[in-house]
T-cell receptor
């Protein structure tokens, strides 16, 4: 069964540094998402992406965050200047050709900011 | 604004007994409802969804959920629990007006005891 894959599985970064989290969505999917889950808390929506542009973003997704689909397969989340509170699991998800189809999640990247 | 409540942090059930994990929601318009399961160090795995049609929906691994519009609930059920069902379960909702974000509950940890 096709999967969403995320790399790296764990990223450790110094505060203030830039990080790029990478995702390969399921190949025929058109809708892409990033979520985060701070340890012990619920999954929070960050951003959705369709047709090469952001379609929705939460208040968490401020100017330090950006997303990109640089080629036909990758979907990246960049955090420009990381803060301690950015430490979390970041999940990428994708869904198919219609927006209300279930979202399929990757296994996440654990981001640790020191 | 959309919201999901999962009133129980933890549900314990004996193997072979029926299980219920509760979920209530609030959304503008018609709800699109989902259940996901998360195993340790893994992403969210889709179990089932309600979009329209029969109020009882069946999903993966013998799980089912009943949509109750008057009570704004979407409880997850299984007739006979397995030890391998032990995991973290998330209820999620989105509205029916375009590509709105998926909003998750805080999760319920299910422990099935042999």
């Amino acid at each position: 069964e096709p999967e969403v894959t995320q790399t790296p599985s764990h990223q450790v970064t110094q505060m203030g540094q830039e990080v790029i989290l990478r995702c390969v969505p399921i190949s025929n999917h058109l809708y892409f998402y990033w979520y985060r889950q701070i340890l012990g808390q619920k999954v929070e929506f960050l951003v959705s992406f369709y047709n090469n542009e952001i379609s929705e973003k939460s208040e968490i997704f401020d100017d330090q965050f950006s997303v990109e689909r640089p080629d036909g397969s990758n979907f990246t989340l960049k955090i420009r200047s990381t803060k301690l509170e950015d430490s979390a699991m970041y999940f990428c998800a994708s869904s198919g050709t219609v927006w209300n189809q279930p979202q399929h999640f990757g296994d996440g990247t654990r981001l640790s900011i020191l | 604004a959309q919201s999901v409540a999962q009133p129980e942090d933890q549900v314990n059930v004996a193997e072979g007994n029926p299980l219920t994990v509760k979920c209530t929601y609030s959304v503008s318009g018609n709800p699109y409802l989902f259940w996901y399961v998360q195993y340790p160090n893994r992403g969210l795995q889709f179990l089932l969804k309600y979009i329209t049609g029969d109020n009882l929906v069946k999903g993966s691994y013998g799980f089912e959920a009943e949509f109750n519009k008057s009570q704004t609930s979407f409880h997850l059920k299984k007739p006979s629990a397995l030890v391998s069902d032990s995991a973290l379960y998330f209820c999620a909702v989105r509205g029916d007006s375009g590509n709105t974000p998926l909003v998750f509950g805080k999760g319920t940890r299910l422990s099935v005891i042999a």
